[in-house]
């Protein structure tokens, strides 16, 4: 196991944000609860997140728990009230599904770092990743049923896409927990290593993926998300159209024109076939 200098980008009180060549790894930072989410922990991670997705510097997202048994055990039971979990300002929120929603629409790739239990709405958080990678230790599923939650969302019909609508069934029917191999198999995670190799294993594929072209890889993670998330999925890809647009002389001309108030000259781009 190598041992690398994270360096902290900012001190949060649930979470750990630091940054290692390239890389950004969100550590949730509740292993008393098993790394249980709460308002505080999903409204900080929603923050490190925008700063993950305005910072050129960062080119790969990791997503973790603290310690060796828990990814994350969901929503934390503690604060479960009416109508959501309850923050520190005693309004209820189910505010994980924002946190999904930026995990899906950052333009960079996000690894899920599996390093124990991945439960419930922690589960989902790593079925939302765009990658995962987990430790042999590593258990899977989902608890809602039992417990008197769901998610009918991402974490139903992506996880349909991943697995297959009858598995998806089963694991949100059945609530059974699933092994690191069952998970390898059934299409849940990409590959199972030893858990100290974890953290090599998962700075391996993002170095990897950091010597190919970013611009590729957000085209890619758009086209992939467009087909699944409809008119906002489309909108994600519309506007990496849009970006790459701009970068044209084609798309100059037309400002160029407008402030220098003559007639667009378009005559001359080529019509590619
Ligand atoms: C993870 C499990 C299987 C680990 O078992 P293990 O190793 O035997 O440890 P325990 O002794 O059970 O736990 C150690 C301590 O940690 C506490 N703890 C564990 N999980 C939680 C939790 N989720 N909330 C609060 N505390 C937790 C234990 O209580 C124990 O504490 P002590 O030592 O004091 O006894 C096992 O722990 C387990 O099954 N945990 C519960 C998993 C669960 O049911 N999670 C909730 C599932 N539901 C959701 O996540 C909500 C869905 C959701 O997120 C969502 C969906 C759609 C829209 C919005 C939302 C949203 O909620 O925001």
């Known amino acids: 196991m190598e041992t690398r200098k994270w360096e902290t980008i900012k001190e949060y009180e649930d979470i750990l944000f630091e940054f290692y ?14 790394n249980a989410f709460t308002p505080t922990t999903t409204g900080e991670m929603s923050n490190a997140l925008t700063i993950c997705r305005e910072c050129a510097d960062i080119s790969v997202v990791v997503i973790t728990g603290a310690g060796d048994k828990a990814f994350c055990s969901g929503g934390d039971q503690n604060v479960k009230g009416k109508g959501g979990y309850i923050g520190k300002d005693g309004v209820p929120r189910l505010s994980v599904l924002d946190v999904q929603k930026q995990i899906r629409s950052i333009p960079k790739p996000v690894i899920a770092m599996v390093n124990g239990y991945a439960i419930g709405g922690g589960h989902v958080l790593q079925v939302v990743c765009d990658l995962s990678i987990a430790s042999e230790n590593a258990i899977f599923g989902q608890t809602g049923p039992r417990v008197g939650s769901f998610d009918a969302g991402f974490g139903s019909s992506y996880l349909a896409r991943c697995v297959g609508q009858k598995k998806a069934r089963e694991i949100w029917f059945l609530c059974r927990q ?46 992939l998300n467009a087909e699944l998330d409809g008119q906002s999925g489309i909108q994600e890809l519309a506007g990496d159209a849009t970006l790459l647009y701009y970068l044209t002389e084609e798309a100059q001309e037309g400002k160029n024109a407008f402030l220098e108030k003559r007639k667009p000259d378009f005559k001359k781009f080529p019509k590619f076939p």
């Open 21 to 34: 060549n390239g890389i950004a790894k969100i550590t949730i930072n509740r292993p008393r609860y098993r």
């Open 178 to 223: 699933y092994n690191a191999q069952e998970a390898l198999q059934m299409g849940l995670v990409n590959k199972v290593v030893p858990l100290e190799q974890l953290e090599d294993e998962v700075v391996d594929w993002a170095e990897t993926m950091m010597q190919h072209s970013p611009l590729a890889l957000r085209m890619i993670k758009a086209g």
